[in-house]
């Protein structure tokens, strides 16, 4: 597995942890593949826990867009429409996360940013050990899009295996229980990418994290930028179940290259990713399961054919799908 495939699990992992809601990553260990799929490789990497564990981000998408200007990708004006037309799904009917989850449903989501951040229930507060297992690596619109057999035999070679680490989650003051996203993000790098992989968080939001890497083999520095675009949480009958689904948007790039470097490697194709989380509170032994989907969508780009010809292709639909089983226990 390359330093870069690694990365891009790291990402999912950092979404999920980061609300416990969702991002896996993106990097490429050859400077002719794009580094969002290097770092979609292997969740192991860096990012699949922390996603669907740590992120709890938030924010307006008149904020998410100003964000993604910063970026030097211009998206189509029908697509920032969409966004805003998203805000409105706070009427949207329960059961909308399960059924996502449940049918592997490979549109975009329906709802907007329907929250400041991500509120567990009282029973998450506290410190958790955590076990995550990848489950299955899906490629619904063909190996081509998830980013070529290798990126994909890859990920698929991560089924099965299990991530431990540590996780933190805080009392609110305005009530409610958040995730330590700075905490949780250094924990699992430290685990997945070296002591020493994070040299540096500029932002711990509920609407962006963003962070300096360097991972353990890696020839350079990573700036990644982790922006909120879409946030939803939904109760159940039951007071022991929580669902709650984020959207993120990834941009990753090395910090160090040389001039040289920087023309052969490839523009990056932009990703989304949709992290989907149901948990399941069992009081008698204190502990936490929860399953958790992954799911990426391709972004058109006006700087790059190959993205928007790729964008195309899927026709809106998720690019890759991850699968994990997650398990809580007290420290």
Not at 26 to 44: C, D, K, M, W, Y
Not at 164 to 170: I, Q, W
Not at 257 to 264: A, H, I, T
Not at 315 to 328: E, K, N, P
Request: proline share 6%.
């Amino acid at each position: 597995m390359t330093i870069f495939s690694s990365i891009h699990g790291f990402f999912p992992l950092i979404i999920s942890l980061l609300p416990l809601v969702a991002v896996r990553a993106f990097i490429s260990v050859h400077e002719s593949v794009p580094i969002e799929f290097a770092l979609a490789a292997s969740r192991r990497g860096f990012g699949a826990v922390v996603v669907g564990e740590c992120i709890a981000l938030s924010s307006s998408p008149s904020f998410a867009a100003n964000e993604q200007s910063t970026t030097n990708t211009a998206l189509p004006q029908f697509l920032l429409a969409s966004q805003q037309f998203q805000a409105e799904s706070s009427n949207l009917p329960s059961g909308l996360l399960e059924s996502r989850l449940s049918s592997n449903i490979l549109e975009p989501p329906p709802f907007g940013m329907e929250g400041t951040d991500i509120f567990y229930p009282s029973w998450f507060s506290g410190y958790w050990k955590i076990s995550s297992e990848t489950k299955d690596v899906q490629a619904p619109c063909g190996v081509g899009l998830f980013g070529g057999n290798a990126t994909f035999n890859n990920a698929r070679q991560d089924i099965g295996n299990v991530l431990n680490y540590g996780c933190r989650f805080l009392n609110a003051d305005s009530g409610g229980v958040i995730a330590d996203r700075e905490f949780n993000v250094k924990s699992i790098a430290k685990v997945s990418m070296g002591e020493n992989s994070v040299v540096d968080v500029s932002a711990a939001t509920p609407n962006k994290f963003s962070c300096l890497l360097a991972p353990k083999g890696a020839p350079s520095l990573l700036s990644v930028d982790l922006i909120v675009l879409n946030r939803r949480q939904e109760t159940d009958e039951d007071p022991n179940k929580f669902y709650c689904s984020e959207v993120v948007r990834e941009i990753a790039k090395p910090v160090d290259e040389s001039p040289q470097q920087r023309l052969q490697r490839q523009a990056s194709v932009l990703k989304e990713i949709e992290t989907t989380s149901v948990y399941t509170y069992d009081p008698k032994r204190d502990e936490v399961r929860c399953t958790q989907r992954s799911a990426s969508f391709l972004l058109p780009s006006s700087q790059s054919e190959m993205a928007m010809r790729m964008w195309q292709i899927s026709r809106g639909r998720a690019v890759d799908v991850r699968f994990y089983d997650v398990i809580y226990t007290r420290s």
